[in-house]
């Protein structure tokens, strides 16, 4: 079937690189059509592998023949194993090729011993000394495209370290259909792949604005999009970075996506000679379920928002804006760095404040040769690397396309490169990590997935020059990880009314939105000050208490379960009044001080008090504590203690 569809459908194919307009698609052609089949990496052992031992086969002929028997080496030789690893090795079998097998006390990771690995190799006794490691069965997906052309679905441990590992991830989740991505792009074209999950979107590329959200085709006539321009067929482009990021895995047709069940929301802001910077603006405040002007509410907010697109500049001010209130919302925004083999300063989204920046690395895991990079250390928040492709067309990105060179005429599968490709690897990991765990905020994922990455390759030009390609290379497996670990805790977000001088905690990314979009009333900002709490009764950890007085419009948070109960049991019917507290339910669980100290697995909580406001206030900075004290508030210590959280 899908080798008629190709052949039907035109194959998969290289597409022109698009014209520069006010902002542009940031797909470009292949440079080189020279096939190049490079050489498959050996693996390394992953930060994230689970070690259980070693194994280890001496040089001495008598201790290999113990190994044929099952016997261990002798103690003295035993000894110098155990040195170098700091505790008492297991003897646990040998192998037919003369190898012992040792078990650490304890499994651990792929962090805590590759250095120690590395020691025990340069023993004199030593032949040969592997990490013995816990293997599991990875998800390969049917799918005919994934194996001759998907290098960057793959990952390190397969030999592939450019690549996402995606394959890793899919062990653990292929995505779930509650989370909602949006593709801010040229529209998207129904395509067997992801069909069946595309929401109604709409089009800002008409006036007036219409619903709707698909690609009728970005096609030019010579000289249309400027003198001396020549004519280019449709790119199809929003279609084809929504396959990187949603084409349904294991269906036996035609390639992977990063996410099988996402949900997508096509938002059309691209067409003839690129986009307007208005339409953006209004494109991505639409995806995040925010008003516009004119139009109905989108019904489906997105969670993350996909920029595969590029304008030359500085952030203007309106689209910063725009972005603001998109991040209000709990969401992640992750753009493209651009084409242009300049500094990532140069070009917007990427160069806005608080989106993730994604920059294009090639099959080896280095830098493509023609994207944007940090060449002069940009003040721009956070970026981080993900396969663009380059070179040869066995070393692009394959994904969904329409066919037809002006209008659609069916579907198909084709291979781009660009910054436009690393965007959605990106997005698609981070809509993985959603759907293990929704609570995630766009702020976490903005932190967790460079966090997760993978350091590049030694040797290459993103190694060598610190911050120059981002933090690493995206990892799916290693980010997927950190979102289960990180289900066992709650983001807390501080507001401040500056009419009403009250302080309160937002405990939840649904919370923290609705606060955001005015649902609390005028005036409410988020402080910045951010800080962790457990999700549930674990590592001691005890219910924290909601308070609220509406006389006073001031919210009270207890961990002492006695002040809990005397509050309740004034307000026995719980009645809503000015001068009573009203208890809200369990906002959080942390841990209670002892002797008005916090354990060193935890950060205190300094609660202040305004008499005059009536009025509490949480921080964890002991130095906010101290200013507010200089201001008139009064200051009740440690009142409770929350978690400290690293990936």
Request: with cysteine.
């Amino acid at each position: 079937m899908i080798q008629d569809l190709l052949i039907k459908e035109g194959g998969i194919q290289n597409l022109n690189t698009p014209k520069p307009s006010l902002i542009t698609k940031q797909s470009v052609t292949s440079q080189s059509e020279k096939e190049n089949n490079p050489q498959l990496l050996n693996p390394t052992l992953s930060p994230t592998t689970i070690v259980d031992g070693i194994a280890v086969r001496f040089k001495d002929q008598k201790i290999q023949d113990l190994a044929e028997d099952n016997l261990p080496p002798p103690d003295e030789i035993t000894n110098e194993l155990e040195a170098i690893f700091g505790e008492k090795l297991v003897f646990y079998q040998a192998m037919g090729n003369k190898t012992h097998i040792f078990h650490f006390q304890t499994s651990k990771s792929g962090a805590e011993v590759a250095d120690l690995i590395e020691n025990a190799r340069t023993l004199p006794s030593i032949d040969q000394l592997e990490a013995d490691i816990r293997v599991k069965m990875q998800f390969i997906p049917n799918d005919p495209l994934f194996d001759p052309y998907q290098w960057s679905m793959k990952g390190q441990a397969q030999g592939y370290i450019g690549g996402i590992n995606a394959t890793g991830a899919w062990d653990t989740t292929q995505g779930d259909s509650s989370t909602i991505v949006a593709v801010v792009d040229t529209g998207i074209n129904p395509h067997p792949e992801f069909a069946d999950r595309l929401l109604p979107g709409y089009d800002f590329t008409v006036t007036p604005y219409v619903p709707g959200g698909s690609d009728p085709g970005d096609w030019t006539t010579a000289n249309e999009c400027g003198d001396n321009q020549p004519a280019e067929p449709s790119s199809w482009h929003g279609t084809h970075v929504t396959g990187i990021i949603a084409a349904e895995g294991n269906n036996d047709i035609g390639m992977a996506g990063v996410n099988w069940n996402t949900k997508i929301l096509p938002v059309r802001t691209l067409g003839k000679c690129g986009g307007s910077l208005s339409n953006m603006v209004n494109g991505t405040v639409w995806a995040a379920g925010l008003p516009v002007s004119g139009m109905t509410t989108n019904p489906n907010p997105a969670q993350i928002i996909n920029l595969s697109l590029s304008g030359k500049g500085i952030c203007p001010s309106l689209y910063q804006e725009a972005i603001n209130r998109a991040l209000d919302q709990g969401i992640l925004i992750v753009v493209a760095a651009g084409n242009n083999q300049e500094d990532i300063s140069q070009a917007f989204p990427g160069n806005c404040n608080g989106v993730l920046t994604t920059v294009a690395t090639n099959f080896n895991g280095d830098a493509t040769s023609y994207t944007n990079l940090n060449f002069i250390g940009s003040n721009q928040s956070n970026f981080i690397a993900a396969p663009g492709g380059d070179g040869s067309r066995s070393l692009g990105i394959i994904s969904t396309t329409s066919t037809g060179a002006t209008t659609p005429e069916g579907f198909g599968y084709d291979q781009q490169i660009g910054t436009s490709e690393s965007a959605p690897h990106v997005v698609g990991i981070a809509s993985l990590m959603l759907g293990i765990n929704p609570e995630l905020s766009g702020i976490e994922l903005n932190s967790l997935l460079p966090a997760t990455s993978r350091d590049f390759p030694a040797g290459s030009v993103c190694a060598q020059y610190n911050n120059l390609c981002g933090s690493g290379i995206a990892d799916a497996e290693n980010a997927v990880q950190a979102a289960t670990t990180f289900k066992k805790y709650t983001l807390i977000y501080e507001f401040y009314n500056s009419s009403s001088n009250d302080y309160l905690l937002a405990t939840s990314k649904a919370q923290m939105a609705a606060m955001n979009r005015g649902e609390a009333g005028p005036n409410w900002q988020l402080t910045g000050n951010l800080f962790y709490a457990w999700s549930g009764a674990t590592n001691g950890a005890q219910p924290v208490c909601q308070f609220y007085n509406q006389g006073a419009n001031s919210y009270f948070y207890t961990v002492n379960s006695s002040d809990c109960s005397y509050l309740q049991s004034i307000n026995p019917t719980n009645a809503v009044a000015d001068d009573l507290w009203t208890y809200e339910g369990i906002s959080f669980y942390a841990l209670a001080p002892i002797n008005g100290a916090c354990p060193s697995s935890s950060d205190p909580i300094y609660q202040v008090y305004n008499q005059i406001w009536v009025n509490h206030r949480y921080t964890t900075s002991i130095e906010e504590y101290n200013s507010m004290i200089t201001q008139g508030w009064l200051g009740e210590g440690i009142t409770m203690c929350v978690a400290i959280v690293s990936v």
